[in-house]
T-cell receptor, first 114, second 115 residues
């Protein structure tokens, strides 16, 4: 069974450009999460989808970030325009519903804004 | 307010010894779950162990055990017989029913196992 996959694994872009990160969750997982880890700091929650609905987007830094989850399958996270402080590793995770459900993580996308 | 607190930024442990990683949490929800994840230098997040708020016994998974003290709101991870491959960053996380199961993480603890 395929795990959570994220594309690209690395991205280097210039300030002001647009970048779109993609996450393919494990098939059948209703929950999909996006997290960001800035170098040396904690893992910050960005948002949470249940199927195609945004359940909680309280962690989105500002309106330069836009997340979608088409048809409750894969999800994209677009940053437009990118700023230097957006650099970090973006993780996607998916899980079944329920308190005990383990969240499975993708390998992350390392975003560097220069 | 910080939901998960990990007060140890870094720890050293001798190979074959045990190490305890601290985690305290804050919630008013009676229904919650606690998780520990490991992140080695390669970057992937690896699930280690789970403890539910209603579980009567402390969780164990191989060399990992969880010292769950509900009244103190602590869920410390114990790694027994440390191995060099245990060197990694360890994250404590919590999922609350009231927050529709959003998974919140602590700042992490870096463990370095010495030969």
């Amino acid at each position: 069974e395929a795990g959570v996959t994220q594309f690209p694994s690395h991205s280097v872009i210039e300030k002001g450009q647009t970048v779109t990160l993609r996450c393919d969750p494990i098939s059948g997982h209703d929950n999909l999460y996006w997290y960001r880890r800035v170098m040396g700091k904690e893992i910050k929650f960005l948002l949470h989808f249940v199927k195609e609905s945004k359940q909680d987007e309280s962690g989105m830094p500002n309106n330069r970030f836009l997340a979608e989850r088409t048809g409750g399958t894969y999800s994209t996270l677009k940053v437009q325009p990118a700023e230097l402080e957006d650099s970090g590793v973006y993780f996607c995770a998916s899980s079944l519903r329920g308190q005990r459900a383990e969240a499975f993580f993708g390998q992350g996308t390392r975003l560097t804004v220069v | 307010a910080q939901k998960i607190t990990q007060t140890q930024p870094g720890m050293f442990v001798q190979e074959k010894e045990a190490v305890t990683l601290d985690c305290t949490y804050d919630t008013s929800d009676p229904s919650y779950g606690l998780f520990w994840y490991k992140q080695p230098s390669s970057g992937e997040m690896i699930f280690l162990i789970y403890q539910g708020s209603y579980d009567q016994q402390n969780a164990t998974e191989g060399r990992y055990s969880l010292n769950f003290q509900k009244a103190r709101k602590s869920a410390n991870l114990v790694i027994s017989a440390s191995q060099l491959g245990d060197s990694a960053m360890y994250f404590c996380a919590m999922r609350e029913h009231i927050n529709d199961y959003k998974l919140s993480f602590g700042a992490g603890t870096t463990v370095t196992v010495r030969a």
